[in-house]
T-cell receptor
Framework: GAVVSQHPSWVICKSGTSVKIECRSL??????MFWYRQFPKQSLMLMAT?????????EQGVEKDKFLINHASLTLSTLTVTSAHPEDSSFYIC?????????????FGAGSRLTVL | GQNIDQPTEMTATEGAIVQINCTYQ??????LFWYQQHAGEAPTFLSY????GLEEKGRFSSFLSRSKGYSYLLLKELQMKDSASYLC?????????????FGAGTQVVVTP
């Protein structure tokens, strides 16, 4: 089945630094990937849609200059949290679907837990 | 606005049946999903309903009533490994495969 790999699984950083999270589709090509964020005991919230070869589409309220998304190839999207602050501490999850085959099912990565000190 | 409601927590014993309800009010409807999520892990797909009725998949079944904005996930013959959070999600736009609106999740605790 479709597999989405996410790295790192967890990261701790100092306030003011930047952190990059990678999302890879391992056995399929994904022209579109999605980045979600989940705070403890809350629902997953879509942050942005990552489009291969073009700019990401951000959801309302998500700062595009703070959460930089790059989708340079059909199998890799990256999310960079710039100048991270403690309130950015969260569980970040990427997802993708393999296109027309099994298109109804969105596959998620294992998530990246970010802690900003 | 978008609203997806499900209970916060449910407890049941091993071997029992549990039904998790989900009600939704969204601007559009193009399918309802149920995902299972263990703590600190990615959600895994359980079921998908787009038409009214019951979809059965082994020990898990999911029901949808579009007119009532209501779905439930039925877990039968509960096992300890079923202890997890169960997420109800709605796709509200036809062309947005990844734009799912999620509920906050229902934590199911299975006891011996």
């Amino acid at each position: 089945g479709a597999v989405v790999s996410q790295h790192p699984s967890w990261v701790i950083c100092k306030s003011g630094t930047s952190v990059k999270i990678e999302c890879r589709s391992l056995d399929f090509q994904a022209t579109t990937m999605f980045w979600y964020r989940q705070f403890p005991k809350q629902s997953l919230m879509l942050m942005a849609t990552s489009n291969e070869g073009s700019k990401a589409t951000y959801e309302q309220g998500v700062e595009k200059d703070k959460f930089l998304i790059n989708h340079a190839s059909l199998t890799l999207s990256t999310l960079t949290v710039t100048s991270a602050h403690p309130e950015d501490s969260s569980f970040y999850i990427c997802s993708a679907h393999p296109g027309s085959s099994g298109a109804n099912v969105l596959t998620f990565g294992a998530g990246s837990r970010l802690t900003v000190l | 606005g978008q609203n997806i409601d499900q209970p916060t927590e449910m407890t049941a014993t091993e071997g029992a049946i549990v039904q998790i309800n989900c009600t939704y009010q969204t601007s559009g409807f193009n399918g309802l999903f149920w995902y299972q999520q263990h703590a600190g892990e990615a959600p895994t797909f359980l079921s998908y309903n787009v038409l009214d009725g019951l979809e059965e998949k082994g020990r898990f079944s999911s029901f949808l009533s579009r007119s009532k904005g209501y779905s439930y996930l039925l877990l039968k013959e509960l096992q300890m490994k079923d202890s997890a959070s169960y997420l109800c999600a709605v796709r509200d736009l036809p062309d947005s495969w990844g734009k799912l609106q999620f509920g906050a999740g229902t934590q199911v605790v299975v006891t011996p």
